[in-house]
């Protein structure tokens, strides 16, 4: 299993940038599927992007509607990193955020119980 590390969160103001990181400190991130989720205190996580494997050649990437357009993901293959670029931020997007793993073949689900495992989740707070 590949083990997982997110930094990058912080407190901003509306309108901000972040910029999320998921380091694997071990196994490589090469051959699976990473997403980001995003869980608020009694909410289920939520999937908010999602990118293949195959997306190391430029293959699919997935974000949910309240993301688009604001949000990137990105993966760094030389340094196993995946990466959350945030921009435009709104209040609405705070939230512990935790990226994540699943096998190729799971890309298409969004639900949290076919990913794993997790990372502790970094906390990012949108407030003016």
């Known amino acids: 299993q590949v083990q997982l590390v997110e930094s990058g969160g912080g407190l901003v103001q509306p309108g901000d940038s972040l910029r999320l990181s998921c380091v694997a400190s071990s196994g490589s991130l090469d051959f699976y599927a990473v997403g980001w989720f995003r869980q608020v205190p009694g909410k289920e996580r939520e999937q908010i992007s999602c990118?293949?494997?195959?997306?190391?050649?430029?293959?699919?990437?997935k974000y949910v509607d309240s993301v688009k357009g604001r949000f990137t993901i990105s993966r760094a293959n030389a340094k196993n990193t995946v990466y959350l670029q945030m921009d435009s931020l709104k209040p609405e997007d705070t939230a512990v955020y935790y990226c994540?793993?699943?096998?190729?073949?799971?890309?298409?689900?969004?639900?949290?119980?076919?990913?794993?495992?997790w990372g502790q989740g970094t906390q990012v707070t949108v407030s003016s």
């Open positions: 990118l293949s494997a195959r997306s190391r050649y430029n293959g699919p990437i």
């Open positions: 994540t793993t699943t096998p190729f073949s799971k890309f298409g689900s969004t639900a949290a119980r076919d990913f794993g495992p």
